[in-house]
């Protein structure tokens, strides 16, 4: 069974920097052969694609946060990053972890198979 589990979420004030991680467990579940990505959910608004990494390590940014955030991922923990800086109260959200098999990029939620829990990040002005 594929497990997603995120952490690193918390309070935190405006220009400030946060890191996200996910660790992923699973007997057959490497994310060196998924396609792993950042959502996020704010309150009333649609979840959306916030950043993803290949299996070969290309990245995707959503246009709002380029420049600020950066995905990385390291296969040999099973675990994929976020970090995040210059924290601006629209960043606000609850963020979570989704892999779908094999590469190719998508920015639709729907199309990825496992989904963490989310954990909350709240910016304060």
């Known amino acids: 069974q594929v497990q997603l589990v995120e952490s690193g979420g918390g309070l935190v004030q405006t220009g400030d920097s946060l890191r996200l991680s996910c660790a992923a467990s699973?007997?057959?579940?490497?994310?060196?052969?998924?396609?792993m990505a950042w959502f996020r959910q704010a309150p009333g608004k649609e979840r959306e694609f916030v950043a993803g990494?290949?299996?070969?390590?290309?990245?995707l940014y959503q246009d709002s946060v380029k420049g600020r955030f950066t995905i990385s991922k390291d296969n040999a923990k099973n675990t994929v990053y976020l970090q995040m800086s210059s924290l601006s109260a629209e960043d606000t959200a609850v963020y979570y972890c989704?892999?779908?098999?094999?590469?190719?990029?998508?920015?639709?939620?729907?199309?990825?198979?496992?989904w963490g829990q989310g954990t909350q990040v709240t910016v304060s002005s």
């Open positions: 989704a892999g779908r098999p094999g590469a190719g990029w998508t920015t639709t939620y729907s199309n990825y198979a496992h």
């Open positions: 699973g007997r057959t579940f490497s994310i060196s052969t998924m396609t």
């Open positions: 990494v290949s299996p070969l390590g290309n990245t």
